[in-house]
């Protein structure tokens, strides 16, 4: 079922027609994480837009290669400083032991968040070999330049001869002067400050490095993804994402060594999400405005309430598009509660219809309003609008589940067209799930007497039994969170 997809693409900063470069097969290729620390919720919500997107593709009939990569090297501090040393420096643990602790919390959050794994999830570490390969390539072709050891790309040359630097974030030369964020340490080694660098010499103490032609050193963060995306997807492939705080220089550069190396643009569309805001700003750890999924789903935060499950959290971001801020606060998830439950028993309802009458009034109405809801996935994925459209089925399938409207007023065939499709874009590409099923509400139960057992202990000061369901449970990989408002549990 091929549709008629249209796409914003930040490269032409408009909407486009989808087109492919190969009828059946997608290449998408999105910037993963860096695994330093815990990812924020900001992280989360790029992660789960492009889940979406990746499901949504499947659902058209694609068959997609999503390869999202892991950054565990080169992506350095302003300071200079590479987050994977600094988060191993602070934690006194090996630099990858800091990269295997944090990427499976990763792994963990998106699993909690219902989303699939990526085809191909390749580490920049892993691919040195591509990286200095690359290097050369873009030295051969005369846009890079090496300086005591250390290479960088020539930008002010790649602009003037290309005329395509820029265009991606619409930053001019000029402008770029002293902002680039990438090593400022050797900012006097460059021959003009917008250079960057593609490989960098490293210090004796520095723990990461590799021998390459030019020096023992590390890659600069921004050649992984040329090098991964290139080695997995091709020298062209269809989608680039991530967020929209990437673009520059993260993705600028990333385009100026593809087209250096291999005289192409990498990507057709560049996919942009927006910043998740906490009180009207950006997310971020280092500011310290920042929420983690499990403050969330256990309610141990000073900016919520209560404990909100996973699937509320994400129906909450499914209310907003994925290129437009969104504002985290306890309202909207209050509201996102209600709705997602009135979601879920709506579709229970839908459920279990069952009309044996050939045609009926209402087939063409009720079949135009859940076509809809996918006509709205078409128009670059737009999750609230499509969440709107299923909305306006929900009083419908109510009444006809109350007898307000009678059952024999749409057909067996309208019913089961109308099942299919809001099950499918909710569970399968949304990916939510019904945490009121069966099982889960099994497993809530026993849960629940578990920590009411743990809770009296605990009054009792009876710290052995306490410690023991504690222990118990976590060797069972579940985690307790004690706060003040009483103890949640998660999946570790
Ligand atoms: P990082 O680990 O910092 O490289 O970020 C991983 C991904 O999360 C990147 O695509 C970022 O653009 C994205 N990201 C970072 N902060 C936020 C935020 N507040 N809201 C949405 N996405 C974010
Ligand atoms: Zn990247």
């Known amino acids: 079922m091929k549709r008629n997809l249209q796409l914003y693409n930040s490269l032409k900063r408009e909407k486009e027609t989808f087109v492919p470069l190969h009828e059946t097969h997608v290449g998408m290729y999105v ?5 330093y620390s815990d990812v924020h919720l900001g992280n989360c919500r790029t992660f789960m837009s492009f889940d979406i997107i990746y499901r949504y593709l499947m659902y058209c009939g694609y068959k997609v290669r999503y390869v999202r990569n892991i950054t565990d090297v080169g992506h350095l501090l302003d300071d200079g400083e590479d987050r994977i040393l600094k988060g191993a420096r602070l934690q006194q643990l090996e630099p990858m032991e800091v990269v295997q602790k944090y990427s499976n919390g990763f792994h963990d959050m998106m699993r909690l968040f219902n989303t699939l794994e990526p085809s191909i999830e390749p580490r920049a570490t892993g691919h040195i070999v591509e990286q200095i390969e690359l290097v050369q390539q873009i030295i051969d072709n005369g846009y890079g330049y090496e300086i005591n050891g250390s290479v960088y790309f020539d930008t002010p040359k790649f602009a003037t001869q290309t005329g395509e630097y820029g265009k991606l974030s619409g930053r001019v030369i000029e402008e770029l002067v002293s902002e680039s964020r990438d090593n400022l340490k050797n900012q006097d080694e460059k021959r003009h400050p917008s250079d960057f660098a593609i490989w960098m010499k490293a210090a004796p103490e520095h723990i990461m490095k590799w021998n390459s032609p030019w020096s023992v050193g590390f890659p600069g963060w921004h050649l992984e993804c040329s090098a991964m995306s290139t080695k997995y997807l091709g020298n062209q492939f269809d989608i680039h994402g991530g967020g929209n705080d990437l673009k520059f220089p993260h993705h600028e550069n990333e385009i100026a060594q593809n087209v250096s190396s291999c005289g192409c643009q990498p990507a057709r569309y560049w996919l942009h999400t927006n910043m998740l805001l906490l009180n009207g700003k950006k997310m971020s750890k280092s500011d310290g405005n920042s929420i983690s999924p499990v403050e969330l789903i256990t309610g141990d935060s000073e900016h919520i309430s209560k404990a909100y499950s996973p699937m509320v959290v994400k129906f909450f971001m499914l ?3 994925y290129s437009a801020p969104l504002d985290l606060s306890d309202e909207g998830l209050l509201a996102a509660e209600k709705g997602f439950k009135r979601l879920m028993d709506a579709i229970k309802s839908l459920n279990k219809l069952f009309s044996t009458v050939g045609a009926g009034n209402l087939d063409n109405e009720l079949k135009a309003m859940a076509d809809a809801a ?6 670059d994925f737009s999750t609230p609008k499509a969440l709107a459209k299923l909305f306006e089925l929900v009083p419908k399938i109510n009444s006809l589940a109350d007898g307000k409207i009678s059952i024999n007023e749409v057909s067996t065939e309208a019913i089961q067209y109308i099942q299919k499709i809001v099950n499918d ?33 605990r009054e009792n000061k009876d710290w052995g039994t306490s410690d023991q369901i504690r222990d118990g449970l976590k060797a069972a990989g579940i985690v307790v969170k004690d706060s003040k408002e009483g103890s949640a549990w998660v999946y570790e």
């Not at 497993?443 to 057992?453: F, K, S």
């Open 31 to 35: 910037c993963g994480p860096t695994v």
């Open 319 to 321: 209310q907003a598009h």
């Open 374 to 379: 996918l006509t709205e996935m078409d128009d």
């Open 425 to 457: 874009l909710v569970f399968n590409v949304f990916g939510l799930k019904d945490e009121q099923d069966g099982q889960h509400s099994a497993v809530d139960g026993l849960m629940e007497l578990i920590l009411n057992i743990r809770q009296k202990a």
